[in-house]
């Protein structure tokens, strides 16, 4: 077994810790806001007062979506470095361009719950 092989090796298991770190970010992010989304549904019955609260829920929610959306880009990216194929490539960039469109509009989305968060409380 030469160099080459091992290290291709080694960052195939960096590539697939990188992916799972992102995915465990995204479901740790479903377990943080399920919970908030729980606690206020049992001890809060106003709607207006909900509405708020599951503005800041989605703002949380969407934020470790943006993380975890992150790690697995990177991922995406490390793969295809070690094993670049034309077909590798294609699926990197179109996994990309759908990661990056969630990404942008998800970023702009808990943008705008911040800037209300902050209209309403200042």
Do not use: C
Not at 69 to 82: N, R
Not at 91 to 109: K, Q
């Amino acid at each position: 077994m030469d160099i080459q092989s091992i290290l291709y090796q080694l960052l195939d298991v960096v590539v697939t810790l990188i992916n799972l770190f992102g995915i465990g970010i995204v479901f740790w992010g479903f377990v943080v806001a399920a919970i908030g989304f729980i606690r206020v549904k049992l001890h809060h019955h106003r709607v207006v007062y909900f509405l708020k609260e599951a503005s800041k829920i989605r703002a949380v929610l969407g934020t470790y979506i943006l993380f975890g959306l992150e790690f697995m880009i990177a991922g995406d990216i490390i793969h295809t470095f070690i094993k670049p194929s034309q077909e590798d490539l294609i699926v990197l960039v179109t996994i990309v361009g759908i990661r990056t469109v969630i990404s942008y509009f998800l970023g702009r989305e808990v943008d705008q719950a911040r800037q209300d968060q902050i209209i309403k409380t200042g």
